[in-house]
């Protein structure tokens, strides 16, 4: 899977444009909500993205040996520290947050968690790390990333050349003039999504960064935009293959973690996550310009079950 052009895919939209920031400004004065502000029509200086939410991915291992050394007092207190924490009952807590089992020597379990809220995300880590059991847990990963509607999703302009183009539809029918209406029915709901996403209330989920590939002969951004487009557009009715079974949000992390995108998939039942990605890595997007890194497999859990499970 790449960054994400699929219909099917969750996903997306409402949008506060703000212009670029002027270089070489004045100095900025500071609020008491600690945004700062300029001279009129300046962007201000904030945490909060113009558009989406806030992603971190969290895997945690447990030290058997520092948890089996912590006195009782100091478990139960940890312990009713994780379910506070877990339940999102912190000041701030992020607007979506999932734990998970994480079968494996990768992790013992994991949090996904979304929010405008930067700092809403970071107390839940470091509430984590700073409870009576952080002693015995050990970080193994994490993922930065933030929403977004990716360029190749087409708006209905575009959707209506895809459609004289590629399926040779007449412009004045009625079956071309149905289906941008549709389309452009359907557009704002999973733009909404895409940046603002619900998690889903199903049994299991995997997450794993990505990139594309900027070798020699293979270097997706050599590509003229309009080859791109049309390799996501293949790759994204891959997945639509798979609606209704597998939800994913695709997240940007360009110059914020080591990977470009994070993908994180819900699905009904664990084989429908084999299926998906085996299916979707015979497009060329991936193919030939994806490459991959670890995937972490969970299911998803309430935090006393976690806790319980994990045998904290």
């Not at 912190?90 to 079968?103: H, K, S």
């Not at 071309?176 to 603002?196: F, I, S």
Request: aromatic share 10%.
């Amino acid at each position: 899977m790449a960054d994400d052009s699929s219909e099917s895919a969750v996903a997306a939209a409402t949008v506060n444009p703000v212009p670029p920031s002027a270089a070489g400004s004045e100095p900025l004065a500071e609020t008491d909500s600690g945004h700062r502000t300029g001279p009129a029509g300046q962007v201000p200086a904030t945490l909060v993205p113009e558009a989406g939410w806030h992603f971190l991915h969290l895997f945690y291992q447990v030290d058997r040996a520092r948890l089996s050394a912590l006195a009782p007092p100091q478990r139960e207190q940890g312990l009713d520290e994780l379910r506070r924490v877990l339940g999102a009952n912190l000041p701030g807590a992020p607007e979506q947050l999932q734990c998970f089992a994480v079968p494996g020597h990768k992790a013992d379990f994991g949090i996904v968690m979304a929010g405008p809220d930067l700092r809403g995300l970071h107390d839940v880590q470091m509430a984590i790390q700073a409870s009576s059991l952080g002693p015995a847990l050990r970080p193994t990963s994490s993922f930065y990333s933030i929403t977004e509607v990716s360029e190749y999703v087409p708006d209905t302009q575009e959707y209506g050349r895809i459609l004289r183009e590629r399926e040779g539809l007449d412009p004045a029918s009625g079956m071309y003039a149905a289906k941008v209406a549709a389309y452009a029915e359907r557009l704002g709901p999973m733009n909404q999504q895409r940046l603002y996403p619900e998690f889903p209330n199903w049994p299991c989920l995997c997450f794993y960064p990505m990139s594309k590939l900027r070798t020699a002969d293979q270097n997706w951004y050599l590509l003229p935009f309009r080859a791109r487009a049309e390799l996501m557009a293949q790759h994204g009715r891959s997945g639509m293959k798979f609606a209704g079974r597998v939800l994913q949000v695709i997240t940007a992390s360009t110059g914020l973690d080591n990977w470009e995108w994070g993908v994180t998939l819900w699905a009904r039942n664990p084989s429908y996550l084999k299926d998906i990605v085996y299916t979707m890595r015979f497009d060329e997007s991936s193919a030939k310009y994806a490459l991959f890194g670890d995937f972490f497999f969970g299911y998803i859990l309430p935090p006393d079950e976690l806790l319980e499970t994990i045998r904290l």
